[in-house]
T-cell receptor, first 113, second 111 residues
Framework: DAGVTQSPTHLIKTRGQHVTLRCSPISGHKSVSWYQQVLGQGPQFIFQYYEKEERGRGNFPDRFSARQFPNYSSELNVNALLLGDSALYLC????????????FGPGTRLLVL | RKEVEQDPGPFNVPEGATVAFNCTYSNSASQSFFWYRQDCRKEPKLLMSVYSSGNEDGRFTAQLNRASQYISLLIRDSKLSDSATYLCVVNNNNAGNMLTFGGGTRLMVKP
C-alpha cells in the first residue's frame, strides 16, 4: 500500500514569491496535518484538516493557508515567502484525526533565497 | 519555556551500550505520548507509543510519569542502525490531533 505522498520533493523560491505544496494521504485516511521543520528543530504544527474542514491551526501567520479536497488530498499555500520559511514541510495523515497515530510523508524541502 | 523539552545531545555510545533519553512536557492536559525516530533528511517515523504502565518493544522501553510530566526511552544493546534523532511527542487530544514535538535527541552509536 502506498504511504503518504508529497510533491514536489524539493523547491527553490525567492523572497516574496508564493508556493503550493501537495499531499496525498494514505488510502482510507480522512485527516491531513501539516508541519514545518526548521533545520535542527522538531516539527511544528501548522494545520489539521478533517473531512475538508479545518480542525486546528498552529501559531503561524496568515500567509500560511491550506485546504483539503473531496478526495482528502491537501494543499498548503504560503504567500510572500520569507527567508525564514526555508524548511522541511511535512504532511501527516490519520484515519479520523483524533487521538491516533499519524503517518508522515517524506516532506517537501523548501529553500527561499 | 518550550512545551516539550529534550536534551539535544549528541549521545555518543559504543555498540551494545544501554542509553536512556528523557523528556519533560508542560501541558498537564496532554493525553497521548509517543517517541518518533527521524533519520537524517527523512521524515519522522513512529517508534512507539508511551503508556503510564510502561511498555516494551524488543530492545526499547518507554515510561511515562504523569505526576512529574516526564517521559523516558531506554534502548538496550545499541546497534549501529539505532543512530538517529529521537523525538519526544505529546498530543493534547482536546485539540484534535495536534502533535507537539520536542527538539529531538541525537544518538550516535559507534563500532
Amino acid at each position: 500500500d502506498a504511504g503518504v505522498t508529497q510533491s514536489p520533493t524539493h523547491l527553490i523560491k525567492t523572497r516574496g514569491q508564493h508556493v503550493t505544496l501537495r499531499c496525498s494521504p494514505i488510502s482510507g485516511h480522512k485527516s491531513v496535518s501539516w508541519y514545518q521543520q526548521v533545520l535542527g528543530q522538531g516539527p511544528q504544527f501548522i494545520f489539521q484538516y478533517y473531512e475538508k474542514e479545518e480542525r486546528g491551526r498552529g501559531n503561524f501567520p496568515d500567509r500560511f493557508s491550506a485546504r483539503q479536497f473531496p478526495n482528502y488530498s491537501s494543499e498548503l499555500n504560503v504567500n510572500a515567502l520569507l527567508l525564514g520559511d526555508s524548511a522541511l514541510y511535512l504532511c501527516a495523515s490519520s484515519v479520523f484525526g483524533r487521538d491516533e497515530t499519524q503517518y508522515f510523508g517524506p516532506g517537501t524541502r523548501l529553500l527561499v533565497l | 519555556r518550550k512545551e516539550v523539552e529534550q536534551d539535544p545531545g549528541p549521545f555518543n555510545v559504543p555498540e551494545g551500550a544501554t542509553v536512556a533519553f528523557n523528556c519533560t512536557y508542560s501541558n498537564s492536559a496532554s493525553q497521548s505520548f509517543f517517541w518518533y525516530r527521524q533519520d537524517c533528511r527523512k521524515e519522522p517515523k513512529l517508534l512507539m507509543s508511551v503508556y503510564s504502565s510502561g511498555n516494551e518493544d524488543g530492545r526499547f522501553t518507554a515510561q511515562l510519569n504523569r505526576a512529574s510530566q516526564y517521559i523516558s526511552l531506554l534502548i538496550r544493546d545499541s546497534k549501529l542502525s539505532d543512530s538517529a534523532t529521537y523525538l519526544c511527542v505529546v498530543n493534547n487530544n482536546n485539540a484534535g490531533n495536534m502533535l507537539t514535538f520536542g527538539g529531538g535527541t541525537r544518538l550516535m552509536v559507534k563500532p
